[in-house]
């Protein structure tokens, strides 16, 4: 993996005593908090529903072990033991002292970490496949393209105030696990008739208040001009992107109001300007890159481990979590492990500082000290060999990481929603639990098979609620908290937006609702399809029909008032 750079740590340690006399300006009262804001932002530190939250960096989902450790280690020290999985990669932590943050970010440093970017009107975290470098489906490792994106984007100083924040995803596989049109700029790795490697670049996607997919702009962009015509988007952006409405701000608005071919003939126009200039890429860049990803010391080993065959035989609970948890590697012998972080009863994405050092051991001992994150909010080892996957299976149930339910319903994606986060509409984590204890049966989840639910408690869609099979947004009524589902989204290279099936539903109700959603699907599928497949071969209506029929007894009695005030007191 990327190791610091002289230069990478210099700018890191600067950022971090800049920051600390900032908050000491601050604590002093020579800082206003308007002052402080715009600067606080730039570290990543936000202030939320109850209090600071400070999310940490994790480019393009890569962790050592030793970084890992380091986060255990600041979750105990400065928070509450317990970190969050964010959908793009990083990690936030909830309850850390405002005081408190330039200690962490000191603490992130000397491993190599900071939480710059991480929030503002930027480039945030470039996020990736989180199988980059062992997929066997992949057209090459895209992870040295990620970490070019990262040095061009950080600290840039023509991007540091956009008109919105602005995500950037790579793929590099067979199948998109990067969800790129979904991001402002989602670049896809190919190769052309010569075998020279390229980008087909889309642009406009996002989620969020108005969702859209992203358009293609051009089909083949050599990589040796990926920089200057990133530079080319994003002047274009930064020129005519809306600022004076921040829910019109974003890039794929600007697209929309031009029309994709016109954007796209005015970005042509930008990078001609620019293109052959100082921003070129040459391969002996690259090279250097890539030498930061050469693969570990794998060994030559047999495609199939006779004592694992043996294991999956003998041992059903083995064989059930080996077929949702472990994944084709590219090497023979070797299998890329999904560690869940949706055990029942915990908030989909949290780990506890304990789980972290465990995580840490695990990869230390199986995966040569490597880990992913991925932006289901689940984390990976991937490089584990066929003969430990058992050993691995165990340790990982002794402390709640081998729920075998990774792409099944209790796998969801959820952010934080009204518990913790201050434009939420809605929670969202007690929507989740509520499905939890719905779909206990680890069998009866088996017979369901693929399906995807997310939730978001509003409409900025951290949970990717729009590109879920069955999608659930928190929504405010009249200061009551209802939820508005969405059915048929999806990711991947079909990907697509759900659509909202009707009028939303109380919280008491909406477990009951997706239970009448599945029981459709389970009712009228063939022998091969998925739930997405039921759904788009049906249409809407028979799954609406059940999910509003019988509403009226579902729903609960109307609390007076009078009634919640004596609840809340």
């Known amino acids: 993996m990327y190791r610091y750079e002289t230069i990478d ?63 255990a280690e600041i979750s ?13 990669q990083n990690m936030q932590l909830n309850w850390p002292k405002f005081e408190e943050t330039p200690e962490i970010l000191a603490e992130l440093a000397s491993v190599e970490m900071h939480a710059v970017q991480t929030s503002g009107n930027c480039v945030r975290n470039i996020t990736t496949d989180h199988f980059a470098g062992v997929a066997p489906d992949e057209l090459v490792d895209p992870r040295p393209y990620c970490e070019l994106l990262r040095q061009w984007s950080t600290f840039h100083p023509e991007f540091a105030f956009l008109p919105r924040k602005f995500k950037i995803a790579v793929n590099a596989a067979a199948q998109d696990r990067a969800v790129i049109r979904a991001h402002d700029i989602g670049l896809d790795l190919v190769g052309d008739e010569r075998g ?32 200057s015509y990133l530079d080319a988007i994003l002047r274009l952006y930064n020129r005519y992107g809306r600022r004076d409405n921040m829910y019109k701000a974003r890039i794929k608005i600007l697209v929309q109001a031009l029309g994709v071919e016109e954007f796209a003939r005015q970005v042509e126009a930008e990078w001609s300007h620019l293109r052959d200039g100082e921003t070129t890429v040459t391969d002996a860049e690259f090279e250097r890159l890539a030498r930061h990803f050469t693969p570990p010391a794998w060994e030559t080993l047999p495609a199939e481990d006779p ?46 500082d304990a789980q972290m050092i465990a995580v840490a051991d695990l990869a230390d001992r199986f995966s040569f000290g490597e880990l992913r994150v991925s932006h289901e909010q689940n984390v990976v080892l991937s490089d584990v060999r066929q003969s430990d996957l058992h050993e691995v299976w165990q340790i990982a149930r002794s402390h709640r990481l081998a729920t075998g339910n990774i792409g099944l319903l209790t796998d969801m994606i959820c952010c934080p929603g009204g518990d913790l986060c201050a434009l939420a509409n809605a929670r969202s984590l007690p929507i989740a639990e509520a499905v939890n204890e719905k779909f206990d049966d680890l069998d009866y989840l088996f017979d369901i098979g693929d399906i995807s639910l997310n939730i978001s408690g509003c409409m900025n869609s951290c949970g990717h609620h729009h590109v879920a099979n069955i999608g659930i947004l928190g929504v405010d009524k009249n200061d009551e908290e209802w939820y508005q589902i969405t059915v048929g989204g999806q990711q991947g290279n079909q990907a697509a937006i759900g659509k909202v099936i009707g009028p939303s539903f109380y919280a008491q109700e909406v477990p009951e609702v997706i239970e009448a959603l599945i029981k459709v699907y389970l009712e009228n599928r063939t022998a091969s399809e998925r739930f997405i497949d039921t759904w788009q071969r049906l249409g809407a209506d028979p799954f609406k029909a059940r999910a509003y029929a019988g509403r009226d007894r579902r729903r609960p009695a109307k609390v007076s008032q009078k009634e919640k005030e004596v609840v809340n007191a």
């Open 196 to 227: 020279e490697l390229g980008f087909r670049v889309l642009v406009g996607g996002g989620l969020g208040r108005t969702p859209i997919l992203g358009k293609v702009i051009r089909e083949f962009l050599p990589r040796r001009h990926l920089l």
């Open 76 to 88: 105990r020290r400065y928070d509450r033991a317990v970190g969050h999985f964010t959908t793009r």
């Open 307 to 352: 004592g694992y065959a043996a294991r999956l035989h003998a041992d059903k609970a083995f064989a059930n979590w080996v077929k949702r948890c472990v994944h084709p590697h590219k090497t023979p012998g070797y299998a890329a492990v999904t560690l869940s972080l949706k055990a029942p009863g915990v908030a989909p994405g949290d780990i506890s």
């Open 9 to 71: 740590q210099q700018l890191i340690d600067e950022r971090v005593n800049q920051y600390r006399d900032q908050m000491a300006r601050h604590l002093a009262g020579e800082l206003s908090t308007d002052e402080l804001r715009p600067l606080r932002l730039q570290n990543g530190l936000y202030i939320q529903r109850h209090g600071p939250m400070l999310r940490i960096a994790i480019p393009y989902g890569m962790l050592s072990s030793r970084q890992l450790r380091k986060l």
